[in-house]
C-alpha cells in the first residue's frame, strides 16, 4: 500500500512515527500503512482524496474492532444475554470511548491536517480522535493480521470493558422508559441545525416531552446529537448524575 500524496504536517515535530508504535504496542513492517491511518481528508491533494485519506481505513477498523470486542464480551461474559452483550458492545465501540483510546495512544499530535484544520486544532476534536482510533486498528490489521489487531485491541479497550465509565442502557432507551412509567408518548427528536464541512459534520438535535422543556445536544451524526440530549434529559430530570451521561 503506497503512501497518499498529502499537503498537511504533522502537528508533532518530525515524521517519525517510532513513538505510536511505542505507544500502541505494535511496530509497523510498512510505516505507509500507519502514515495513512492518521492522514485526514483535508491534508490530502488531489484526485478522490476521500480514497487516500484514513476513511477507507476507518470502514474496516469500525468492523474489526467490532468483531474484536464482540469475542472479547462473549467470553468475559458467559451467562451475558443478546441485549446485555449489545449495550456492552455499544458503550465500547462508541465515538466517545474510541476517542478516549486515541488519546490514551497519544494520537492526536500525530495526525496529519490541512493548514485550516491544523489551526483549528482538529485533532483535539472528539469525532476526528475516534475516527483515528480506529484507523489505526486497520492499520494494524492489514500489516500484521486479525492477531495483532487482537493484541492492541485487548491492550486498549480491556480496561473499559472491566470497568464501564457508564451506565450500560442507552439514554434514548432509559428516557423512553422514564416517559412511559410517567404515562407520556415516546420522546421525539428533531434536528435543529446542521453545521460544519460535508466530510465533519455536527448535528443539533432536540428531545421533546409534552408538558416539560425541551432539551438539545450535538453530536458528529444525528443518533449520536439524539443520545447526547436524551441524556442530558435525564440529568435536567434527575434521573441521571452528571457524571454518568
Request: overall charge negative.
Amino acid at each position: 500500500m503506497g503512501s497518499a500524496v498529502l499537503s498537511g504536517t504533522l502537528n508533532a515535530v518530525g515524521s517519525d512515527l517510532a513513538s505510536v508504535e511505542e505507544r500502541i504496542g505494535y511496530r509497523f513492517r510498512d510505516q505507509s500503512v500507519l502514515e495513512l491511518a492518521l492522514s485526514h481528508i483535508s491534508a490530502v491533494k488531489g484526485d478522490a482524496p476521500r480514497l487516500r485519506s484514513y476513511q477507507r481505513m476507518e470502514f474496516l477498523g469500525d468492523h474489526v474492532l467490532g468483531s474484536v470486542v464482540s469475542h472479547m464480551l462473549y467470553l468475559a461474559f458467559p451467562e451475558g444475554e443478546e441485549g446485555d452483550l449489545s449495550r456492552r458492545l455499544a458503550e465500547l465501540v462508541r465515538e466517545e470511548a474510541c476517542a478516549e483510546v486515541a488519546q490514551d495512544m497519544d494520537l492526536g499530535p500525530f495526525i496529519r491536517l490541512g493548514p485550516g484544520e491544523s489551526q483549528s486544532g482538529a485533532h483535539k476534536r472528539r469525532a476526528i480522535l475516534a475516527d483515528v482510533a480506529e484507523s489505526v486498528v486497520a492499520a494494524v490489521f492489514l500489516d500484521g493480521g486479525y492477531e495483532a489487531a487482537n493484541q492492541v485491541v485487548e491492550r486498549f479497550w480491556r480496561p473499559r470493558l472491566e470497568t464501564p465509565r457508564r451506565p450500560l442502557r442507552d439514554a434514548k432507551t432509559v428516557l423512553q422508559e422514564w416517559a412511559q412509567a410517567r404515562g407520556l408518548p415516546p420522546p421525539s427528536y428533531r434536528e435543529v441545525i446542521r453545521s460544519g464541512p460535508d466530510h465533519a459534520p455536527r448535528f443539533t438535535v432536540a428531545v421533546d416531552l409534552p408538558g416539560l422543556k425541551s432539551e438539545q445536544a450535538d453530536g458528529a451524526s444525528k443518533q449520536n446529537a439524539q443520545k447526547a440530549a436524551a441524556a442530558a434529559f435525564l440529568v435536567r430530570e434527575g434521573v441521571w448524575k452528571k457524571d454518568e451521561s
